[in-house]
């Protein structure tokens, strides 16, 4: 296609710019052939013209669309140039803030200067197992295509990083060992991928500087074998170094250090092992202050060196060693300062006498002071007939003692990589290995000398085998394509190698020119001029004669001859050595022995590497064995180079090129000049060049006819064969057949075709566009005028109705005008005549008002005359009658005064006389006769009663003086029978005890009144408190409703917060459970690893295979301790060892049972001491007191029963007074009064007994003497019938009636004195326990008190909080005594169930002796025979089998067992089997038979587990029955909480005997292992299927664009038969998986965790990728996400499983897509995203922002800006610095309680079981 076509109006291009090297412009004109310039539009609207060179007709170079821009691959690019590579890597470094990107199979890695987020362990887990295209670029993506192409094709492999000083070659050389160390793990505990990384830190200190362009510069070259198994497994590891910068150990240039050692020893010189270096700070030794500035800016010297003895530690590398090792180095630094001044005549110098620092030299190297000190300054030269020494001048001596050093450091150097070879070197056999090779890239200073010679020399090599495998993978390419292909012409730098290395070339004139005695470096440039100034590739400068310049494949360089000489021989005096090898250390001397091999550029076998050359001997003949030592560097660097070309070449090479972006180390900034300079120099644009002389652009023919399908016509759309319809196609559209080929997969474009496809592309879609516009743009005119036209007749129409309607309204107007004039008139006379009319009526109304006014006037006057007349004839005729009145009234009152005067006079006379008198005192006599009638009679009652009184008294007294004469009558008859006093005494003791229980009583009565008193006080002090509290709540109310909003929601988030510790502590659990299992796992597989074949375990060891965490079956409960004893024997010693839980429950139990010996022994000693009292006495003493015995026996104890049974009750009243009393008196201080009380009151009882026990023991005394003399005196006189009297009764007294109540009174002495012992120590203990719980009691409100007052203190809030507080502590308190409580009732109850069995089973033995005797007594009085069937029994849910059977049922039902075999049968039959089978054991309490079973069944499992560790519907199999068989366990394990939904018959199926908790929890572990094996298998399963279905495949058929693709998606690099899967397959599998967990009869729990779970390694999987592929973030890949997303959630609601939390996992991939289909330009967008974007971290949503791709040239690309706005926004979100979702995260299962409503006797065992030796009980 011509310029004209390409170059035409809007075109845009690239043209050289000084300051960008490339800038843009666009094209205003179409250039035509023959213009000489181009009229251009820059980005800043500057217009410029453009010459173009008509000759060459060299035009700018095209730039691509900006679909293109932003690319992964730069050979994706469709012009491939370096404008566009410069652009393209521009673009993503800063925009995106990628820092790889893939060129062909280069990847180019740019220096961000910034730590980033992006080497994690979650993204090595990322690109493990991935295509190295389907990811974004980067170094793991390089380092997993190595080792996946050396496993798949068995081929070493290698790593190429190179670049310049401060590119990050290191750095990316320790990633990818990290990586590999990370994927391929040691499968031994060598920890080989440990040492390998350790050994970074030890060569980096000795072999990294800092240099002016970066502070970390490595000064060697290494490349590092990393060694494989079969397995992939790192087994080891070789290093070898190339060409140490020996000549910075003596020399730095400004602002640059030596080696890191250096200063890292000065930095710890203070330490104390360190104190015999005799070091200082850096700036005072001459080799560490050359460059001015020792220290690095964010660099802790002291803190590295630690680092780097660890290391050395870690790499076995004993601590004598390590302090040789820093003996030397700092015997370098003291030689560098050694001072040495020269003579007067300029040929020789001397040393300072006891100079220090070469005395600290001698000193460490353990050399002689004086020899060193004269070959330092001498020198010997051998003829061959004499041998003389020569003094040296001062710059001689110099370059002696520098060379000395070099020497020195570089053999230490070697000696270090040797060692860390050995300790990374394996005797295994190596499979295969991965070589890392960091080597410096291609350099050009000011001044370049041999090291840079060396160093550009390497990159000639390495350039030219990456040329040959770049042009070797284009080759393979066309060929598996069949492509006809021709010879690619690219840049073969062979010609400049020949210069370097060929026969005369550079090295060996250097070489020559170094053996010519007297040779120099100006000769040896002008040998190089005559030599080779014919060569295209050597040049001589014009300005300089010591100079030569070197064209190599990326830049000029010159280099000045000067020293290259010096530093090619690296001249050390044999002198100097050997004083060396005579050192008293043996490391020093092993440094320098002549057996060493000396070859410089490897530490192996095959070759190693050193700069040292030996000096020749002074005696002849060791110059024959010493021509080894002759080599130079340049011809051990040579052949050490070829060697790493031949390792190189045997492997398959894979290309890391640094590319550091600016000299200042500022991050992300980017320097275009310095960024193409490193470009061209690392071969990145060769790579390019070559891709584009073939054909660059490829596309598979599904894609190219997706992408350009809109270029086909409609009846090449008819043709269903894609592959020829593309062919038409492009047949029609390139006439050029030579601009593209034809694949057998692919179709091949020459570049730029691509690019012109665009454009046509676009053409076509502008062309739609316009027609498009068109129409649209003509209908919206048609609308216009349609509307305009409606609005015309709109306005007409109302125009002419207004006229009309104006018209009618003139015509109203005028017919109302006459209307109006009419009326008017009308009124007007109308208003005169009524005038008129009204003031005629106004005349006439007046004038008759008049006269009625006069006529009204006069009547009115004669009505006022009458009434006055009225009034004054009244007013006379009253005042005449008043007068009267009074007149008559005055003559009545002095009449009525004078008559009362004569009336009182007549009463005063009358009441002078007697007679009056006599009349009123004749009551009063009356009266004074009664009461002197009743005097009389009261005396005569008393003279009576006095007479009865005197009576009685003297009979009294008479009869008193009867008795008393009786009883001295009794006591003379009676003297020497003392009975009679002892039943005064008895009868005395009685009448006191009576006292005593009288004032018991009284005290009591006391007791009960003050503790009533106490009560009543107790009431009001508790209406009190009940106030306060009623007080207290409404404030805590008030407080509460205040702060509820603010509470509520704390609250919230607290329980949130409890609820996610409960789940990381669950978490945390299940995955020690789960590294248990792995352990377990990596035991089994060493085992049969050291014992191969089939191993046989004896029978009576099979619970040996039990796990060291399965418990016993907890004895200790039931008391056997001796079969537990008998269990652990049986185990084994060792096995019981592990058992820890066996051996604490053992220990207690001893502990246990020898407290429970010693108190049977105490008792067994004073049983036999009561024997032998009792035999004694029984011996000594008489029949006849056996029934006294029994009798006091039966007596006594009915006593103490009944004493006990009081005291009891007594003491539990006062327990409960004190109890509530103590609770009540939270608030006062009047309790401790009442305790006290109560403790006086206990001490008088306690004293009272005492008096008791005395006067008892007194009594007894008295009994035993009288009892003495009684049988004295029966002894003596057997025939005694006096009689005796009472001095109650008449009665006499027999004997035999005495002895009988003395018998009693001893009796009833012994039961008081028991009793009264008894109470005594009763009530010291209660006393005792009291005062301990009044103690507490005190402690305890001393507490509450001080917590009342602090709480006072508080706030309210804090007041209800710490109120909450408090009341939580104390329920927890109680809770954990009702606990112990509860406890002890449950082993009381199982201890008395226990008995009760026995007992039971003892009287079930017993009738079954008697029915059968009873029987055979039956059976002998039968004459006739008779034949009795037997009753069927029903199945009580138990299966019984024999102990030898056990292996057999454990094999049909647990190893051999197949799902299949079951189908059909009730779920989980295999789990009530084996509890149907423990409930038989544990009937017979047979605690071994179920410790057998349980380790037998659990051991069985986890085998078919490890066999079918793969198999998802045998894990769920074993899973949905190790859940049931714990269900069962605990719903019929008799406790309460398990038993709610129990039915009755279910209850008679629990266990009796045994308490199988512990065995719970091993169950409840072993179904943890199972869900882990089963989620894990489910993984394997879907993770194959997640990214494909997911992110690449169509959902929505045409709705995803496709892009130009590039070498990172070619076949080639792809394995073969990759399958895609659509989402259909996920919700197949999905289906399936819950299909078998369904009919496996699982927990509908359990399935929901199962699927939330899965879902979320879906979601952490599919957003993983996403933030990892730039390809996959467009705005029609978030449509597909949305689409696929919704077709699970379907799912999930159509299998009822939308309650299990699965859709929440997915809740940041729902985002994820809605965040690439949102608007991204305004600031409201980005708070939108913001507030939707809740679940995605600030680093996922800016890492999506930066990788959104628009799929068309109509979509926009996000701004910087925009993202910068986010991340402003962002900026308070703490989210974790994590970019990517833990894949491997596992959530915590729970497994709830889920009883079966089966009944064991209900469940059938089929016939295909093969369990025939089971019998149903």
Same mark, same amino acid.
């Given at each position: 296609?011509?310029?004209?076509?390409?170059?035409s109006?809007?075109?845009r291009?690239w043209?050289p710019?000084?300051?960008?090297?490339?800038?843009?412009?666009?094209?205003?004109?179409d250039?035509?052939?023959?213009d000489?310039?181009?009229?251009?539009r820059?980005?800043?609207?500057?217009?410029?013209?453009?010459?173009?060179d008509?000759?060459?007709?060299?035009?700018?170079?095209?730039?691509?669309?900006?679909i293109?821009?932003?690319?992964?691959?730069?050979?994706?690019?469709?012009?491939?140039?370096?404008?566009?590579?410069?652009?393209?890597?521009?673009?993503?470094?800063?925009?995106?803030?990628?820092?790889?990107?893939?060129?062909?199979i280069?990847?180019?890695?740019?220096?961000?200067?910034?730590?980033?987020?992006?080497?994690?362990?979650?993204?090595?887990?990322?690109?493990?197992?991935?295509?190295?295209?389907?990811?974004?670029?980067?170094?793991?993506?390089?380092?997993?295509?190595?080792?996946?192409q050396?496993?798949?094709?068995?081929?070493?492999?290698?790593?190429?990083?190179?670049?310049?000083s401060?590119?990050?070659?290191?750095?990316?050389?320790?990633?990818?060992? !990290?990586?590999?160390?990370?994927?391929?793990?040691?499968?031994?505990?060598?920890?080989?991928?440990e040492?390998?990384?350790?050994?970074?830190?030890?060569?980096?200190?000795i072999?990294?500087?800092k =240099?002016?362009?970066?502070?970390?510069?490595?000064?060697?070259g290494?490349?590092?074998?990393?060694?494989?198994?079969?397995?992939?497994?790192?087994?080891?590891?070789?290093?070898?170094t190339?060409?140490?910068?020996?000549?910075?150990?003596?020399?730095?240039?400004?602002?640059?250090?030596?080696?890191?050692?250096?200063?890292?020893?000065?930095?710890?010189?203070?330490?104390?092992?360190?104190?015999?270096?005799?070091?200082?700070?850096?700036?005072?030794?001459?080799? =560490?202050?050359?460059?001015?500035?020792?220290?690095?800016?964010?660099?802790?010297?002291?803190?590295?060196?630690?680092?780097?003895?660890?290391?050395?530690?870690?790499?076995?590398?004993?601590?004598?060693?390590?302090?040789?090792?820093?003996?030397?180095?700092?015997?370098?630094?003291?030689?560098?300062?050694?001072?040495?001044?020269?003579?007067?005549?300029?040929?020789?110098?001397?040393?300072l006498?006891?100079?220090?620092?070469l005395?600290?030299?001698?000193?460490?190297?353990?050399i002689?002071?004086?020899?060193?000190?004269?070959?330092?300054?001498h020198?010997?030269?051998?003829?061959?007939?004499?041998?003389?020494?020569?003094?040296?001048?001062?710059?001689?001596?110099?370059?002696?003692?520098?060379?000395l050093?070099?020497?020195?450091?570089?053999?230490?150097?070697?000696?270090?990589?040797?060692?860390?070879?050995?300790?990374?070197?394996?005797?295994?056999?190596?499979?295969?290995?991965?070589?890392?090779?960091?080597?410096?890239?291609?350099?050009?200073?000011?001044?370049?000398?041999?090291?840079?010679?060396?160093?550009?020399?390497?990159?000639?090599?390495?350039q030219?085998?990456?040329?040959s495998?770049?042009?070797?993978?284009?080759?393979?390419?066309?060929?598996?394509?069949?492509?006809?292909?021709?010879?690619?012409?690219?840049?073969?730098?062979?010609?400049?190698?020949?210069?370097?290395?060929?026969k005369?070339?550079?090295?060996?004139?250097?070489?020559?020119?170094?053996?010519?005695?007297?040779?120099?470096?100006?000769?040896?440039?002008?040998?190089?001029?005559?030599?080779?100034?014919?060569?295209?590739?050597?040049?001589?400068?014009?300005?300089s004669?010591?100079?030569?310049?070197?064209?190599?494949?990326? +830049?000029?360089?010159?280099?000045?001859?000067?020293?290259?000489?010096?530093?090619?021989?690296?001249?050390?005096?044999?002198?100097?050595?050997?004083?060396?090898?005579?050192?008293?250390?043996?490391?020093?001397?092993?440094?320098?022995? +002549?057996?060493?091999?000396?070859?410089?550029?490897?530490?192996t076998?095959?070759?190693?590497?050193?700069?040292?050359?030996?000096?020749?001997?002074?005696?002849?003949?060791?110059?024959?064995?010493?021509?080894?030592?002759?080599?130079?560097?340049g011809?051990?660097?040579?052949?050490?180079?070829?060697l790493?070309?031949?390792?190189?070449?045997?492997?398959?090479?894979?290309?890391?090129?640094?590319?550091?972006?600016?000299?200042?180390?500022?991050?992300?900034?980017?320097?275009?000049k310095?960024?193409?300079?490193?470009?061209?120099?690392?071969?990145?644009?060769?790579?390019?060049r070559?891709?584009?002389?073939?054909?660059?652009?490829?596309?598979?023919?599904?894609?190219?006819?997706?992408?350009y399908?809109?270029?086909?016509?409609?009846?090449?759309?008819?043709?269903?064969?894609?592959?020829?319809?593309?062919?038409s196609?492009?047949?029609?559209?390139?006439?050029?057949?030579?601009?593209?080929?034809?694949?057998?997969?692919?179709?091949?474009?020459?570049?730029?075709?691509?690019?012109?496809?665009?454009?046509?592309?676009?053409?076509?879609?502008?062309?739609?566009?316009?027609?498009?516009?068109?129409?649209?743009?003509?209908?919206?005119?048609?609308?216009?005028?349609?509307?305009?036209?409606?609005?015309?007749?709109?306005?007409?129409?109302?125009?002419?109705?207004?006229?009309?309607?104006?018209?009618?309204?003139?015509l109203?107007?005028?017919?109302?005008?006459?209307?109006?004039?009419?009326?008017?008139?009308?009124?007007?006379?109308?208003?005169?005549?009524?005038?008129?009319?009204?003031?005629?009526?106004?005349?006439?109304?007046?004038?008759?008002?008049?006269?009625?006014?006069?006529?009204?006037?006069?009547?009115?006057?004669?009505?006022?005359?009458?009434?006055?007349?009225?009034?004054?004839?009244?007013?006379?005729?009253?005042?005449?009658?008043?007068?009267?009145?009074?007149?008559?009234?005055?003559?009545?009152?002095a009449?009525?005064?004078?008559?009362?005067?004569?009336?009182?006079?007549?009463?005063?006379?009358?009441?002078?006389?007697?007679?009056?008198?006599?009349?009123?005192?004749?009551?009063?006599?009356?009266?004074?006769?009664?009461?002197?009638?009743?005097?009389?009679?009261?005396?005569?009652?008393?003279?009576t009663?006095?007479?009865?009184?005197s009576?009685?008294?003297?009979?009294?007294?008479?009869?008193?003086?009867?008795?008393?004469?009786?009883?001295?009558?009794?006591q003379?008859n009676?003297?020497?029978?003392?009975?009679?006093?002892?039943?005064?005494?008895?009868?005395?003791?009685?009448?006191?005890?009576?006292?005593?229980?009288s004032?018991?009583?009284?005290?009591?009565?006391?007791?009960?009144?003050?503790?009533?008193?106490?009560?009543?006080?107790?009431?009001?002090?508790?209406?009190?408190?009940?106030?306060?509290? +009623?007080?207290?709540?409404y404030?805590?109310?008030?407080?509460?409703?205040q702060?509820?909003?603010?509470?509520?929601?704390?609250?919230?988030?607290?329980?949130?917060?409890?609820?996610?510790?409960?789940?990381?502590?669950?978490?945390?659990y299940?995955?020690?459970?789960?590294?248990?299992?792995?352990?377990?796992?990596?035991?089994?597989?060493?085992?049969?690893?050291?014992?191969?074949?089939?191993?046989?375990?004896?029978?009576?060891?099979?619970?040996?295979?039990?796990?060291?965490?399965?418990?016993?079956?907890?004895?200790?409960?039931?008391?056997?301790?001796?079969?537990?004893?008998?269990?652990?024997?049986e185990?084994?010693?060792?096995?019981?060892?592990?058992?820890?839980?066996?051996?604490?429950k053992?220990?207690?139990?001893?502990?246990?049972?020898?407290?429970? !010996?010693?108190?049977?022994?105490?008792?067994?000693?004073?049983?036999?001491?009561?024997?032998?009292?009792?035999?004694?006495?029984?011996?000594?003493?008489?029949?006849?007191?056996?029934?006294?015995?029994?009798?006091?026996?039966?007596?006594?104890?009915?006593?103490?029963?009944?004493?006990n049974k009081?005291?009891?009750?007594?003491?539990?009243?006062?327990?409960?007074?004190?109890a509530?009393?103590?609770?009540?008196?939270?608030?006062?201080?009047?309790?401790?009064?009442?305790?006290?009380?109560?403790?006086?009151?206990?001490?008088?009882?306690?004293?009272?007994?005492?008096?008791?026990?005395?006067?008892?023991?007194?009594?007894? =005394?008295?009994?035993?003497?009288?009892?003495?003399?009684?049988?004295?005196?029966?002894?003596?006189?057997?025939?005694?019938n006096?009689?005796?009297?009472?001095?109650?009764?008449?009665?006499?007294?027999d004997?035999?009636?005495?002895?009988?109540?003395?018998?009693?009174?001893?009796?009833?002495n012994?039961?008081?004195?028991?009793?009264?012992?008894?109470?005594?120590?009763?009530h010291?203990?209660?006393?005792?326990?009291?005062?301990?719980?009044?103690?507490?009691?005190?402690?305890?409100?001393?507490?509450?008190?001080?917590?009342?007052?602090?709480?006072?203190?508080?706030?309210?809030?804090?007041?209800?909080?710490?109120?909450?507080?408090?009341?939580?502590?104390?329920?927890?308190?109680?809770?954990?005594?009702?606990?112990?409580?509860?406890?002890?009732?449950?082993?009381?109850?199982?201890?008395?169930?226990?008995?009760?069995?026995?007992?039971?089973?003892?009287?079930?033995?017993?009738?079954?002796a008697q029915?059968?005797?009873?029987?055979?007594?039956?059976?002998?009085?039968?004459?006739?025979?008779?034949?009795?069937?037997?009753?069927?029994?029903?199945?009580?849910?138990?299966?019984?089998y024999?102990?030898?059977?056990?292996?057999?049922?454990?094999?049909?039902?647990?190893t051999?067992?197949?799902?299949?075999?079951?189908?059909?049968?009730? %779920?989980?039959?295999?789990?009530?089997?084996?509890?149907?089978?423990i409930?038989?054991?544990?009937?017979?309490?047979?605690?071994?038979?179920?410790?057998?079973?349980?380790?037998?069944?659990?051991?069985?499992?986890?085998?078919?587990l490890?066999?079918?560790?793969?198999?998802?519907e045998?894990?769920?199999?074993?899973?949905?029955?190790?859940?049931?068989?714990?269900?069962c366990?605990?719903?019929?394990?008799?406790d309460?909480?398990?038993?709610?939904?129990?039915?009755?018959?279910?209850?008679?199926?629990?266990?009796?005997?045994?308490?199988?908790?512990?065995?719970?929890?091993?169950l409840?572990?072993?179904?943890?292992?199972?869900?882990?094996?089963l989620?894990?298998?489910a993984?394997?399963?879907?993770?194959?299927?997640?990214?494909?279905?997911?992110?690449?495949?169509?959902?929505?058929q045409?709705?995803?664009?496709? !892009?130009?693709?590039?070498?990172?998606?070619?076949?080639?690099?792809?394995?073969?038969?990759e399958?895609?899967?659509?989402?259909?397959?996920?919700?197949?599998?999905?289906?399936?998986?819950?299909?078998?967990?369904?009919?496996q009869?699982?927990?509908?729990?359990?399935?929901?965790?199962?699927?939330?779970?899965?879902?979320?390694?879906?979601?952490?999987?599919?957003?993983?990728?996403?933030?990892?592929?730039?390809?996959?973030?467009?705005?029609?890949?978030?449509?597909?996400?949305?689409?696929?997303?919704?077709?699970?959630?379907?799912?999930?609601?159509?299998?009822?499983l939308?309650?299990?939390g699965?859709?929440?996992?997915?809740?940041?991939?729902?985002?994820a897509?809605?965040?690439?289909?949102?608007?991204?330009?305004?600031?409201?967008?980005?708070?939108?995203?913001?507030?939707?974007?809740?679940?995605?971290?600030?680093?996922?949503?800016v890492?999506?922002?930066?990788?959104?791709t628009?799929?068309?040239?109509?979509?926009?690309?996000?701004?910087?800006?925009?993202?910068?706005?986010?991340?402003?926004?962002?900026?308070?979100?703490?989210? %974790?610095?994590?970019?990517?979702?833990?894949?491997?995260?596992?959530?915590?299962?729970?497994?709830?309680?889920?009883?079966?409503?089966?009944?064991?006797?209900?469940?059938?065992?089929?016939?295909?079981?093969?369990?025939?030796?089971?019998?149903?009980?």
């Amino acid at each position: 296609m011509s310029y004209s076509e390409l170059y035409s109006r809007y075109t845009r291009v690239w043209i050289p710019d000084p300051d960008e090297v490339w800038r843009s412009a666009e094209l205003t004109k179409d250039y035509k052939e023959g213009d000489e310039s181009l009229q251009l539009r820059l980005e800043d609207d500057t217009i410029l013209e453009y010459p173009i060179d008509i000759q060459s007709s060299q035009v700018p170079f095209l730039r691509n669309p900006d679909i293109l821009v932003g690319e992964n691959d730069l050979t994706a690019l469709s012009h491939l140039h370096e404008p566009a590579v410069l652009h393209n890597l521009k673009v993503r470094f800063l925009e995106s803030n990628h820092i790889y990107t893939y060129c062909g199979i280069v990847l180019v890695a740019i220096n961000p200067y910034e730590q980033l987020p992006i080497y994690g362990q979650d993204v090595i887990y990322a690109y493990s197992g991935q295509n190295m295209g389907d990811m974004d670029p980067h170094i793991f993506a390089v380092a997993e295509e190595a080792y996946k192409q050396m496993a798949r094709d068995e081929k070493n492999q290698s790593i190429i990083v190179s670049g310049e000083s401060g590119a990050g070659k290191t750095v990316s050389a320790k990633y990818a060992m !990290r990586y590999f160390a990370t994927v391929g793990g040691s499968a031994s505990d060598t920890n080989i991928e440990e040492k390998v990384l350790a050994s970074s830190p030890i060569m980096e200190a000795i072999g990294n500087a800092k =240099t002016t362009r970066n502070d970390n510069s490595s000064r060697f070259g290494k490349y590092i074998e990393i060694g494989f198994d079969k397995k992939y497994h790192i087994i080891g590891a070789n290093m070898r170094t190339y060409l140490l910068e020996k000549s910075r150990v003596v020399f730095q240039a400004d602002d640059e250090r030596n080696y890191h050692i250096f200063y890292q020893l000065c930095a710890a010189a203070s330490l104390p092992e360190f104190k015999e270096l005799a070091l200082t700070c850096a700036e005072d030794f001459f080799y =560490t202050a050359h460059g001015g500035n020792t220290a690095i800016e964010g660099v802790d010297d002291a803190e590295d060196f630690e680092k780097t003895r660890q290391a050395l530690t870690l790499l076995g590398v004993r601590e004598s060693h390590q302090i040789s090792i820093f003996k030397i180095i700092a015997s370098i630094l003291h030689l560098g300062s050694v001072e040495i001044q020269a003579e007067r005549d300029g040929d020789s110098c001397s040393i300072l006498p006891q100079d220090e620092h070469l005395s600290n030299f001698c000193r460490l190297l353990g050399i002689e002071y004086s020899q060193m000190e004269h070959w330092l300054c001498h020198r010997k030269l051998v003829t061959t007939s004499e041998t003389y020494v020569k003094t040296m001048s001062l710059q001689q001596v110099v370059n002696a003692r520098d060379a000395l050093a070099k020497h020195i450091y570089a053999q230490l150097f070697s000696w270090i990589v040797e060692h860390i070879n050995k300790a990374l070197h394996t005797s295994l056999k190596q499979h295969s290995f991965i070589g890392v090779l960091d080597i410096y890239g291609f350099e050009t200073f000011e001044i370049n000398s041999f090291e840079q010679f060396c160093i550009n020399y390497a990159n000639e090599k390495l350039q030219q085998q990456f040329n040959s495998h770049v042009f070797k993978l284009e080759q393979e390419e066309y060929m598996k394509e069949q492509i006809p292909w021709t010879l690619i012409d690219f840049h073969d730098n062979q010609p400049c190698i020949d210069l370097i290395e060929a026969k005369l070339g550079i090295l060996d004139l250097l070489d020559e020119e170094c053996k010519v005695p007297k040779g120099t470096d100006q000769n040896w440039a002008q040998k190089l001029y005559e030599r080779h100034s014919s060569s295209q590739h050597f040049q001589k400068p014009r300005m300089s004669n010591t100079a030569f310049i070197v064209i190599h494949f990326a +830049d000029k360089v010159e280099y000045l001859s000067d020293g290259f000489l010096e530093k090619n021989r690296d001249t050390v005096y044999e002198e100097q050595i050997n004083i060396l090898k005579a050192s008293k250390f043996p490391l020093v001397a092993d440094l320098f022995h +002549d057996d060493k091999d000396s070859v410089p550029a490897t530490n192996t076998a095959k070759s190693r590497s050193s700069s040292k050359i030996n000096i020749r001997s002074s005696r002849p003949l060791m110059k024959v064995p010493n021509k080894e030592h002759k080599k130079s560097v340049g011809y051990q660097f040579r052949t050490s180079l070829n060697l790493l070309m031949e390792t190189l070449n045997a492997t398959t090479p894979h290309y890391v090129r640094c590319i550091k972006p600016n000299d200042e180390k500022l991050p992300f900034h980017f320097d275009p000049k310095r960024a193409v300079q490193q470009l061209r120099a690392c071969g990145v644009l060769e790579t390019i060049r070559i891709s584009a002389a073939g054909y660059p652009s490829r596309w598979t023919y599904h894609d190219f006819f997706n992408r350009y399908r809109v270029l086909m016509k409609k009846r090449e759309l008819t043709n269903t064969d894609k592959k020829n319809i593309c062919k038409s196609v492009l047949e029609s559209l390139l006439k050029d057949p030579d601009k593209f080929q034809f694949g057998r997969t692919k179709i091949f474009f020459r570049a730029g075709q691509v690019a012109y496809l665009e454009k046509l592309r676009a053409d076509k879609f502008r062309e739609a566009t316009i027609m498009i516009q068109k129409t649209v743009r003509g209908w919206l005119q048609r609308v216009k005028y349609r509307r305009l036209r409606a609005a015309t007749l709109s306005l007409q129409r109302f125009c002419r109705g207004y006229l009309a309607r104006r018209l009618a309204e003139h015509l109203r107007r005028t017919r109302a005008a006459i209307v109006f004039q009419k009326q008017f008139r009308m009124l007007k006379v109308r208003r005169a005549y009524l005038r008129v009319h009204r003031a005629v009526v106004i005349i006439q109304s007046f004038t008759r008002a008049m006269f009625v006014r006069r006529n009204y006037l006069q009547v009115l006057k004669e009505h006022k005359a009458t009434i006055i007349q009225k009034y004054a004839r009244g007013w006379m005729a009253r005042s005449r009658f008043h007068r009267q009145r009074d007149a008559a009234i005055v003559i009545q009152c002095a009449f009525r005064r004078l008559k009362a005067r004569q009336e009182l006079k007549a009463l005063k006379i009358e009441a002078r006389s007697a007679e009056h008198l006599k009349r009123l005192n004749v009551g009063m006599e009356n009266k004074v006769v009664q009461l002197q009638r009743k005097i009389d009679d009261q005396n005569k009652e008393f003279k009576t009663l006095s007479e009865q009184l005197s009576a009685v008294t003297s009979t009294h007294a008479m009869e008193v003086e009867k008795l008393k004469k009786e009883l001295a009558h009794y006591q003379q008859n009676q003297e020497a029978d003392t009975s009679l006093q002892l039943q005064e005494e008895v009868q005395s003791l009685r009448t006191e005890l009576q006292k005593a229980q009288s004032e018991r009583r009284v005290l009591e009565d006391a007791h009960n009144k003050e503790n009533g008193e106490l009560r009543k006080r107790v009431a009001d002090l508790e209406h009190e408190n009940a106030l306060l509290k +009623d007080e207290k709540e409404y404030l805590n109310n008030q407080i509460l409703r205040q702060s509820e909003a603010e509470s509520s929601q704390s609250s919230v988030e607290e329980n949130l917060l409890m609820k996610k510790e409960l789940e990381e502590e669950r978490s945390r659990y299940q995955n020690l459970v789960k590294e248990y299992s792995q352990l377990e796992q990596r035991y089994e597989n060493l085992r049969d690893e050291q014992t191969p074949g089939h191993r046989k375990n004896p029978s009576n060891q099979s619970s040996l295979e039990s796990d060291s965490n399965y418990p016993s079956i907890s004895t200790s409960e039931i008391g056997d301790t001796e079969d537990a004893l008998q269990q652990v024997e049986e185990i084994g010693i060792e096995k019981a060892a592990m058992d820890m839980t066996v051996f604490l429950k053992l220990q207690k139990r001893v502990r246990e049972l020898e407290q429970e !010996r010693k108190k049977l022994q105490v008792q067994l000693e004073k049983e036999q001491q009561d024997n032998k009292k009792v035999q004694v006495e029984q011996n000594n003493g008489l029949d006849v007191d056996q029934d006294a015995d029994i009798a006091y026996n039966s007596l006594k104890r009915q006593e103490l029963e009944s004493e006990n049974k009081k005291l009891k009750n007594d003491l539990n009243e006062l327990r409960k007074a004190v109890a509530d009393q103590a609770m009540q008196d939270n608030t006062t201080h009047s309790s401790p009064d009442s305790y006290s009380l109560l403790l006086n009151q206990l001490k008088l009882a306690n004293e009272e007994l005492e008096v008791r026990k005395e006067e008892v023991l007194i009594l007894r =005394t008295q009994i035993m003497n009288a009892d003495q003399r009684r049988l004295s005196g029966k002894n003596m006189e057997p025939n005694i019938n006096a009689r005796t009297s009472w001095p109650n009764s008449e009665k006499h007294v027999d004997q035999e009636d005495a002895i009988e109540a003395y018998h009693g009174v001893c009796q009833t002495n012994r039961l008081l004195e028991a009793q009264l012992q008894a109470q005594s120590l009763e009530h010291e203990e209660e006393v005792e326990h009291l005062k301990a719980q009044v103690e507490g009691l005190k402690e305890e409100m001393d507490k509450q008190q001080q917590t009342f007052c602090q709480t006072l203190l508080l706030s309210p809030e804090a007041q209800v909080e710490f109120g909450v507080q408090q009341e939580i502590s104390r329920l927890t308190n109680e809770n954990l005594d009702f606990k112990e409580l509860v406890e002890k009732l449950e082993k009381n109850e199982k201890k008395l169930k226990k008995q009760l069995k026995i007992y039971m089973k003892k009287v079930q033995d017993l009738e079954a002796a008697q029915a059968l005797a009873q029987n055979d007594r039956r059976h002998h009085e039968l004459t006739r025979q008779v034949t009795v069937q037997r009753k069927e029994k029903d199945f009580q849910g138990m299966l019984e089998y024999h102990k030898e059977d056990e292996a057999l049922l454990i094999r049909n039902l647990v190893t051999d067992l197949k799902p299949q075999m079951l189908s059909g049968t009730v %779920p989980c039959l295999p789990a009530y089997i084996l509890y149907m089978c423990i409930r038989h054991a544990d009937y017979t309490n047979d605690d071994l038979k179920v410790h057998s079973l349980l380790s037998s069944t659990i051991n069985g499992i986890k085998k078919v587990l490890k066999k079918h560790n793969d198999d998802f519907e045998m894990t769920s199999f074993w899973l949905s029955n190790t859940c049931r068989f714990l269900h069962c366990l605990k719903q019929y394990s008799g406790d309460e909480g398990f038993m709610t939904q129990n039915t009755a018959k279910q209850n008679e199926h629990c266990l009796k005997n045994f308490d199988l908790t512990e065995y719970r929890q091993v169950l409840s572990d072993l179904s943890i292992q199972i869900y882990q094996q089963l989620i894990k298998i489910a993984e394997g399963l879907l993770q194959p299927m997640i990214v494909s279905a997911m992110l690449e495949n169509e959902s929505i058929q045409g709705l995803s664009g496709v !892009r130009p693709t590039g070498y990172r998606k070619r076949s080639s690099s792809m394995v073969d038969g990759e399958n895609s899967y659509c989402l259909e397959a996920i919700v197949r599998q999905m289906n399936s998986f819950h299909t078998v967990l369904c009919d496996q009869g699982l927990d509908p729990e359990i399935i929901l965790q199962v699927f939330k779970q899965l879902f979320y390694m879906i979601n952490a999987v599919t957003l993983n990728n996403l933030l990892l592929r730039k390809d996959a973030c467009s705005w029609s890949t978030g449509m597909q996400l949305r689409y696929n997303i919704s077709q699970l959630e379907e799912w999930l609601r159509g299998k009822n499983l939308h309650q299990s939390g699965a859709v929440q996992t997915m809740e940041p991939l729902i985002q994820a897509a809605q965040l690439l289909q949102l608007k991204k330009k305004t600031h409201e967008d980005a708070e939108a995203i913001c507030s939707l974007c809740t679940s995605l971290t600030t680093q996922q949503i800016v890492k999506i922002l930066n990788l959104y791709t628009p799929l068309n040239e109509f979509e926009e690309r996000v701004t910087v800006s925009f993202i910068r706005t986010i991340q402003a926004q962002l900026q308070e979100r703490n989210d %974790p610095q994590q970019l990517l979702l833990d894949s491997k995260h596992v959530f915590p299962v729970l497994f709830p309680f889920n009883p079966s409503s089966l009944t064991m006797d209900s469940i059938h065992i089929p016939a295909c079981l093969n369990l025939e030796f089971l019998n149903e009980v």
